[in-house]
């Protein structure tokens, strides 16, 4: 396989995806897009047909989306020990990563963007609601120390990144379950590296 090449942009989803190659601490190189034109192009979209960021590339293996990409990055380098070890690990490494991809998402977009169903109709949304989605969220981060169990892996990325994303633009409201959660993870080594390369890779050149 040749090298990883991680197509982002500094102010996208694509930071999540920045962190998790910096935890796995593989060598990669960064493809930095515009919004327009750049990310509309004939060969990005010969990649992703979505026109979005991230996308990761592996030689010929070619993946989209933030949480696959965590999954993808945890099974691909498992010697990284950052994917899950037991059965158990993969059950919650797995739960929680769709969880927070699909429903969860889905409630707080639904949320802020002030388009969600009738309350009446909650047994048919994936989510039911956005007070059930974000109950659920804490009774999975209160069960352990991390998201799959006594150890940090990919999984907690992503949530992390969900959660932090939230806390940030006041989408999630704090609370001492999330708040201790997110202070676990917010001071990892690759988050804070990965944080510096997108801030600088977004500041305006001189």
């Not at 960064?30 to 509309?40: F, S, T, W």
């Not at 037991?86 to 963007?113: D, H, K, Y």
């Not at 039911?128 to 169990?149: H, P, R, V």
């Not at 690759?190 to 510096?196: D, E, V």
Request: proline residues 6%.
């Amino acid at each position: 396989m040749t090298d990883l090449v991680l197509y982002t942009n500094p102010m996208s989803r694509g930071r999540i995806a920045r962190w998790a190659l910096e935890e796995v601490g593989q060598p990669y190189r960064v493809v930095n897009l515009e919004y327009g034109p750049d990310m509309h192009s004939a060969s990005f979209l010969a990649l992703n047909p979505m026109g979005k960021v991230p996308v990761l590339t592996h030689g010929d293996a070619v993946v989209t989306e933030t949480a696959a990409i965590c999954a993808y990055l945890a099974e691909t380098f498992s010697e990284s020990g950052l994917g899950p070890n037991t059965p158990v690990e993969r059950a919650l490494f797995l739960r929680w990563l769709f969880f927070c991809a699909g429903p969860l998402e889905a409630a707080i977009i639904n949320r802020t963007f002030q388009c969600e169903p009738p309350r009446e109709k909650a047994r048919a949304i994936g989510y039911g609601t956005f007070e059930l989605a974000m109950e659920t969220l804490e009774k999975a981060i209160a069960a352990n120390d991390y998201i799959a169990g006594s150890r940090f892996t990919l999984a907690d990325v992503y949530v992390g990144s969900q959660i932090g994303f939230g806390l940030q633009f006041g989408t999630i409201q704090k609370s001492p379950v999330i708040t201790s959660y997110w202070e676990r993870i917010a001071e990892r080594h690759a988050r804070l590296r990965a944080t510096a390369l997108d801030d600088a890779a977004a500041t305006p050149k001189a």
